[in-house]
């Protein structure tokens, strides 16, 4: 979980979500990457998902041995799930963590606004986060406004660090983890 900070992170709550998804008045639209399934609310939703989303800092040499750079991205689509595969991959090369067979759901909300409200449906609670990943729904939930590179990273090192590990580390130590994956992510 990436908390709302003025510069501190502070540990993530271990969540545990037993119930149906209830929040969804707008119909999502869903594109899959080779590490993630993407859902989002709008064609133009997912511009803004796109411009947001920035990997040109990640290393060139890191892209050119996962990407075929002969292949040209021009649909917004096919870069957005481009960036999403890079910055996933560069999580488990920062982890150092490959666990198999993971696709990764993320379903991203228009603001912040309707991310605190499913998290009430879901909690019962007030969120304190941009973002938060449950392991049981294997999906990372976040909203277009504060979507970015750093925040993508830190739940994608959550979601490999719940799938890497057959006892879980304690929760502190998850969170170092995932901290360590957005703060290298541009190494
Ligand atoms: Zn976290």
Same mark, same amino acid.
């Given at each position: 979980m990436l908390k709302l900070r003025i510069g501190i992170l502070s540990s993530c709550l271990l969540l545990c979500w037993c119930g @149906?998804?209830?929040?969804?008045a707008q119909k999502w639209k869903k594109i899959n990457s080779e590490y993630c399934e993407i859902y989002f609310l709008s064609y133009s939703e997912l511009k803004k998902i796109n411009s947001n989303v920035?990997?040109?800092?990640?290393s060139l040499d890191f892209k050119k041995k996962i990407i075929n @750079?002969?292949?040209?991205?021009?649909?917004i689509s096919e870069k957005v799930k481009r960036k999403f595969d890079i910055i996933f991959r560069k999580a488990e090369e920062i982890l150092n963590m490959y666990p198999r067979g993971i696709n990764v759901k993320i379903r991203i909300y228009l603001n912040q606004k309707q991310l605190n409200r499913v998290y009430r449906k879901m909690f019962k609670g007030e969120n304190k986060a941009l973002s938060f990943y449950i392991y049981k729904t294997n999906t990372i939930y976040i909203s277009t406004e504060h979507i970015s590179e750093g925040v993508l990273a830190h739940e994608m090192g959550h979601c490999i660090i719940d799938h890497y590990f057959v006892i879980l580390p304690p929760r502190n130590v998850q969170e170092i983890l995932a901290i360590y994956v957005d703060t290298h992510l541009k190494d």
């Open positions: @149906s998804f209830g929040w969804a920035d990997v040109s800092s990640i @750079s002969k292949i040209k991205t021009k649909s």
